[in-house]
C-alpha cells in the first residue's frame, strides 16, 4: 500500500540552526501539505502546495519557513533559523484530492 | 473560518464495549468533507473513517461508523467491540467542498479526545 515517508524521525537542532524536514509523498497525489502539533495541543496546518507552488499558508508560516518540490517526489520544508518554540512534531501529507494521507512524522526538538 | 469541536478530551471504555466520541463543528459551506483520525502513541495519523456531507448515509468501515447530523453540525464516532489496539488520541476534521475548485483541501482538526480502552 502506498505511503507517506518522512526522514528524519527525529531531528535535535541548535537554536538558529536551519533544518529541513523531507517527505516522500504518494506519487500520483497532487496536492502536498505540512502540518505541526507541539506535544499535547491539536494538529495545525502550516502550509499547502499545489501545481509546483504554494497555495496556502497560515500566519504560523512566517519568512522563517519555507517549502520545495524539487525534483517531482521529495518535498521539503525548510526553517532557516530554529526557535525554541518551533519544537514540535511535523506531519507531511498528500491527497489526490480531500483524503490526506500522513506520513509518520518528524519530531524536531530544538534546544 | 470553519472550527471543530471536541467536547471530551479523555474518554475510557472498557473492552469489547462500545463507546462513542463527539464532534461538532461550524461552517457556512453547505458541501464538505469531515473525517476521524486516530493518533496512537507512535503519534502517526492514520485515517479512520470520512464522512461526505451531502450524502445522508452514514459512513461504516468495520467497528467504527459515524453519527452524522448536518443540521446539527454533529458528527460523532462509534467504535464497536472496543480493542486495546484502539487506545490512541482521536481528532475530527473537516474540510471544503470536493472539486469545487482552489488549490487545496487543508484539514481543520479539533484538540482530540483521548481514548483509553482498559482490559
Known amino acids: 500500500e502506498p505511503e507517506v515517508t518522512q526522514t528524519p524521525s527525529h531531528q535535535v537542532t541548535q537554536m538558529g540552526q536551519e533544518v529541513i524536514l523531507r517527505c516522500v509523498p504518494i506519487?500520483?497525489?497532487?496536492?502536498f501539505y505540512w502540518y505541526r502539533q507541539i506535544l499535547g495541543q491539536k494538529v495545525e496546518f502550516l502550509v499547502s502546495?499545489?501545481?509546483?507552488?504554494?497555495?496556502?499558508k497560515s500566519e504560523i508560516f512566517d519568512d522563517q519557513f519555507s517549502v520545495e518540490r524539487p525534483d517531482g517526489s521529495n518535498f521539503t520544508l525548510k526553517i532557516r533559523s530554529t526557535k525554541l518554540e518551533d519544537s514540535a512534531m511535523y506531519f507531511c501529507?498528500?491527497?489526490?484530492?480531500?483524503?490526506?494521507?500522513f506520513g509518520q512524522g518528524t519530531r524536531l526538538t530544538v534546544v | 473560518a470553519q472550527t471543530v469541536t471536541q467536547s471530551q478530551p479523555e474518554m475510557s471504555v472498557q473492552e469489547a464495549e462500545t463507546v462513542t466520541l463527539s464532534c461538532t463543528y461550524d461552517?457556512?459551506?453547505?458541501?464538505?468533507?469531515l473525517f476521524w483520525y486516530k493518533q496512537p502513541p507512535s503519534r502517526q495519523m492514520i485515517l479512520v473513517i470520512r464522512?461526505?456531507?451531502?450524502?445522508?448515509q452514514n459512513a461504516t468501515e468495520n467497528r467504527f461508523s459515524v453519527n452524522f447530523q448536518k443540521a446539527a453540525k454533529s458528527f460523532s464516532l462509534k467504535i464497536s467491540d472496543s480493542q486495546l489496539g484502539d487506545t490512541a488520541m482521536y481528532f475530527c476534521?473537516?474540510?471544503?467542498?470536493?472539486?469545487?475548485?482552489?488549490?487545496?483541501?487543508?484539514?481543520?482538526f479539533g484538540k482530540g479526545t483521548l481514548l483509553t480502552v482498559n482490559p
Open positions: 501529507a498528500s491527497s489526490l484530492v480531500g483524503d490526506a494521507f
Open positions: 506519487s500520483n497525489h497532487l496536492y
Open positions: 502546495f499545489y501545481n509546483n507552488e504554494i497555495s496556502e
Open positions: 461552517t457556512s459551506e453547505s458541501n464538505y468533507y
Open positions: 464522512q461526505e456531507a451531502y450524502k445522508q
Open positions: 476534521a473537516f474540510t471544503r467542498p470536493l472539486y469545487s475548485g482552489g488549490s487545496n483541501y487543508k484539514l481543520t
